[in-house]
T-cell receptor, first 111, second 114 residues
Framework: QKEVEQNSGPLSVPEGAIASLNCTYS??????FFWYRQYSGKSPELIMF????GDKEDGRFTAQLNKASQYVSLLIRDSQPSDSATYLC???????????FGTGTQLKVEL | DAGVIQSPRHEVTEMGQEVTLRCKPI?????LFWYRQTMMRGLELLIY????????DSGMPEDRFSAKMPNASFSTLKIQPSEPRDSAVYFC????????????FGPGTRLTVL
């Protein structure tokens, strides 16, 4: 079992819709969770992090965490074509400063 | 700050040659990370440093890979000898003291080993 799993996609949503990206992880000791966005040919950039169960909102983005189910998700409201990218879920592992990344979900927002 | 700087941006070499990738982290950052990204395996952590000291190199694939951080503003990742399966994008990233501080990635070095 991979430590961090994501559906590779592509996930296609129409402009203005809500995009829902999901991630599961295997290390029950993990405390911090991150979502990165990566445009094609570019480096990953942090969107947001979450470490408490529940929802965390930042603009059009909402991260959701359920530690009991070992599940973290990212919702993007009012999706725009500029949101088309690969979204990487990252989980703090090893009890320290390491991040383990999922392989990413490709999102396509269609006009 | 100019962000994390990596060089070269692209490297094409032949199998068996030595390859050296370079990274300048953001000034004041305590942590430096080297990652490798491929389509098949995604983004993998190779090694990370804290205050110039290597902390965890368990992701380094084999002895052909080595990394150094002689001072707070410079790190290298060396592959000797290189093999075609080393072809990937190599990212350097740096971060402040807290785990929840943003980890900033450099632009990456695209390595092709023929």
């Amino acid at each position: 079992q991979k430590e961090v799993e994501q559906n590779s996609g592509p996930l296609s949503v129409p402009e203005g819709a809500i995009a829902s990206l999901n991630c599961t992880y295997s290390d029950r000791g993990s405390q911090s969770f991150f979502w990165y966005r990566q445009y094609s040919g570019k480096s990953p950039e942090l969107i947001m992090f979450i470490y408490s169960n529940g929802d965390k909102e930042d603009g059009r983005f909402t991260a959701q965490l359920n530690k009991a189910s070992q599940y973290v998700s990212l919702l993007i409201r009012d999706s725009q074509p500029s949101d088309s990218a690969t979204y990487l879920c990252a989980v703090e592992t090893g009890g320290g400063n390491k991040l383990t990344f999922g392989t990413g979900t490709q999102l396509k927002v269609e006009l | 700050d100019a962000g994390v700087i990596q060089s070269p941006r692209h490297e094409v070499t032949e199998m068996g040659q030595e390859v050296t990738l370079r990274c300048k982290p953001i000034s004041g950052h305590d942590y430096l990370f080297w990652y490798r990204q491929t389509m098949m395996r995604g983004l993998e952590l190779l090694i990370y440093f804290n205050n110039n000291v290597p902390i965890d190199d368990s992701g380094m694939p084999e002895d052909r890979f080595s990394a150094k951080m002689p001072n707070a503003s410079f790190s290298t990742l060396k592959i000797q000898p290189s093999e075609p399966r080393d072809s990937a994008v190599y990212f350097c990233a740096s971060r402040g003291l807290a785990l929840t501080d943003t980890q900033y990635f450099g632009p990456g070095t695209r390595l092709t080993v023929l």
